[in-house]
Nanobody, 116 residues
Framework: QVQLVESGGGLVQPGGSLRLSCAAS????????MNWYRQAPGKERELVAA????????NYADSVKGRFTISRDNVKNTVYLQMNSLKPEDTGVYYC?????????WGQGTQVTVSS
């Protein structure tokens, strides 16, 4: 079965960096685009970044462009989100997601808190 397991969240000061990882299993990882979403307290879940299955084509929310970088390792079946210059408004639970066989699969999420 499809499993997505996020890690790497934590508490960081404004201006700091974190690297999130999402380990995938249960499907042929290299055949599917991958996405990172986040959900801030009291807000709807929003798309942060996406990466195509091949070719390194990426897409970012305007709020994170120039600060976040999504990447993938199709050997390790892992997608990453490098987050730099973090701001308090980046606080939330970060999820990875894949669209596979006509439905979304989500990980359990990892908490990111940006605070001094």
């Amino acid at each position: 079965q499809v499993q997505l397991v996020e890690s790497g969240g934590g508490l960081v000061q404004p201006g700091g960096s974190l690297r999130l990882s999402c380990a995938a299993s249960g499907f042929t990882f290299s055949n599917y685009a991958m996405n990172w979403y986040r959900q801030a307290p009291g807000k709807e879940r929003e798309l942060v970044a996406a990466i195509a299955r091949v070719g390194g084509v990426t897409n970012y929310a305007d709020s994170v462009k120039g600060r976040f970088t999504i990447s993938r390792d199709n050997v390790k079946n892992t997608v990453y989100l490098q987050m730099n210059s973090l701001k308090p408004e980046d606080t939330g639970v970060y999820y990875c997601k894949v669209w596979y066989r006509a439905r979304d699969y989500w990980g359990q999420g990892t908490q990111v808190t940006v605070s001094s």
